[in-house]
């Protein structure tokens, strides 16, 4: 008996040193969480604004950018944005479920992972991974996104793929998060917004031409989308670790409540067999 209430003390220690680990998860998760959303909201005008002078571009070009033009040919690669660490909740695995369900839907089709679980998660799968990227950190930056750009733009001007798209979590909000999908090659430029369609109908001159102009855009508006899902996937890897690091110490103080009653309950049965014990040989030694 003596055993058991000892043992159950070494669990009632070590739970609680675990959930101090998981509220300590918790609050350094939420403190990254403000960081994160107000980086993935601040990155949103400047990729409107990308979007808006392409819009008053495209009109005065004659001919259509390689990077504006649909291929016949379908050969589909999907970039996946992961983690590289885990304790997230399903953040890693929604977004490797869903990659996978769109690689299923063709028969010609790549994957490139950024993250570490990512990675791991399509290998043991056996998938061949056309370029992976890992340890980009919890704030990613211009640099990073800069070469991941630049192998997909390798990749899709040397006719190795014909499109590409982003897989990643985007941020609701700090208790929803979805997974989405968003075509980066063959760039599709969305209509303007109602600020800039005054602006479309003006004339506009350029220095130095149009087609100049443009062929230093897109490679902007390119490095821009990946960015923003970037900040968008960050943001919803460490609202999804808040949740789970704030589910698991919920869980830890359950734990703790029911292994402190059994052992109050441990315990009095011991202190209730000492004292039969000596009431016994009291007994004995007055008969």
């Known amino acids: 008996m003596a055993e ?21 998860m918790e609050m350094v998760a939420a403190a990254k969480l403000r960081r994160a959303q107000e980086k993935a909201i601040a990155a949103r005008p400047y990729a409107r604004e990308i979007q808006d002078m392409i819009q008053r571009l495209l009109p005065a070009i004659d001919t259509i950018h390689p990077l504006l033009t649909p291929r016949k040919e379908h050969r589909v690669c999907y970039v996946a944005l992961t983690s590289d660490r885990g304790l997230c909740g399903g ?7 869903y990659t996978q369900l769109l690689l299923a839907q063709h028969q010609e089709n790549a994957v490139i992972i950024v993250g570490r679980k990512g990675r791991d998660y399509f290998r043991r799968r056996g998938y061949r991974l056309l370029a992976e990227f890992v340890a980009v ?30 897989v990643y979590m985007e941020f609701v909000s700090a208790g929803k998060q979805r997974p989405a999908v968003a075509k980066l090659l063959p760039l599709e430029v969305q209509p303007a917004s109602e600020e800039s369609e005054h602006d479309l109908l003006l004339d506009y ?25 970037l900040l968008e996937s960050k943001a919803s890897e460490q609202a999804a670790r808040m949740i789970a690091m704030g589910a698991a110490s919920e869980n830890a103080l359950e734990m703790i409540d029911q292994l402190t009653l059994s052992f109050n309950k441990a315990r009095q049965a ?7 014990e000596i009431v016994g040989g009291a007994d004995a030694l007055r008969g």
């Open 270 to 276: 011991a202190i209730t067999k000492e004292l039969s």
């Open 205 to 229: 001159f350029f220095e130095p031409e149009p087609e100049a102009v443009l062929d230093m855009l897109l490679p902007r508006f390119i490095v821009g989308k990946i960015y923003s899902a």
């Open 91 to 97: 953040f890693n695995g929604q977004v490797s479920r």
């Open 4 to 24: 058991q209430v000892r043992d159950i003390k070494r669990r009632i220690r070590s739970i609680k040193s675990t959930q101090q680990i998981t509220k300590a």
């Open 137 to 166: 950190g919890d704030e990613p930056t211009v640099a990073q996104t800069r070469e991941i750009a630049q192998a997909l733009l390798d990749l899709y001007n040397k006719n190795l793929i014909d499109e590409i798209n982003l």
